[in-house]
């Protein structure tokens, strides 16, 4: 069965230090993955996706980046965190032809910058 | 530009009776239309879809309805309970994975509460 693993579950980091969030899918190969952040109490961001290793699509210019070494890895980065980075994050991947395919998502992370 | 709008940030429902979310959805590119389910701290999961040449689809007590030409589109609970309680993403999508990564577009959300 597939399974998406994201790490950590919380996270408390200063202003001005680095990020790597990590994900990565079982079960599954060349899966479509993405990642999204939910500021509080709000929807769900779109950051990034990638569609295979190496290709990254950003959606929104920001301080973040992401990087796709591996067929079912997925990271998110930054070399210097803002306290607008604050947010909750996850990671989700889709396989399949059509859009009605769900995509599963990871359980977050946390990221408080302080 | 929000192409995926929720304007109820909330709902509350009785027990038993039916709940109804709405979704409104602006870009035309899209094909497929998706509900998640979410509670705090956790990632979304997966309710219910529907493509852009049905009207109607149901699962259990889920029900998914679309207005292609009002761009418009309801999740009808019925009858609710308690356990339903938690926050509901639409999401829209590409009509393919290829498209544009099949990325999906979500809604800011609609938190549903179920009163016993």
């Known amino acids: 069965s597939q399974t998406i693993h994201q790490w950590p579950a919380t996270l408390v980091q200063p202003v001005g230090s680095p990020l790597s969030l990590e994900c990565t899918v079982e079960?599954?190969?060349?899966?479509?993955l993405y990642w999204y952040r939910q500021a509080a109490g709000r929807g769900l961001q779109l950051l990034f996706y990638s569609v295979g290793i190496g290709q990254i699509s950003s959606e929104v210019p920001q301080n973040l980046s992401a990087s796709r070494p591996q067929d079912r890895q997925f990271i998110l980065s930054s070399k210097k965190l803002l306290l607008s980075d604050s947010g909750f994050y996850l990671c989700a991947w889709r396989t399949g032809t059509w859009g009605s395919t769900e995509a599963f998502f990871g359980q977050g992370t946390r990221l408080t910058v302080v | 530009d929000q192409q995926v709008k929720q304007n109820s940030p909330s709902l509350s429902v009785q027990e038993g009776r039916i709940s109804i979310l709405n979704c409104d959805y602006t870009?035309?590119?899209?094909?497929?239309f998706l509900w998640y389910k979410k509670y705090p701290a956790e990632g979304p999961t997966f309710l219910i879809s529907i493509s852009s040449i049905k009207d109607k689809n149901e699962d259990g007590r889920f029900t998914v309805f679309l207005n292609k030409s009002a761009k418009h589109l309801s999740l009808h609970i019925v009858p609710s309970q308690p356990g339903d309680s938690a926050v509901y993403f639409c999401?829209?999508?590409?009509?393919?994975?290829?498209?544009?990564?099949?990325?999906?577009?979500f809604g800011q959300g609609t938190e549903l509460s179920v009163k016993p």
């Open positions: 999401a829209a999508s590409p009509r393919t994975l290829y498209n544009q990564g099949g990325k999906l577009i």
């Open positions: 870009n035309s590119m899209f094909d497929y």
């Open positions: 079960g599954t190969s060349n899966p479509n």
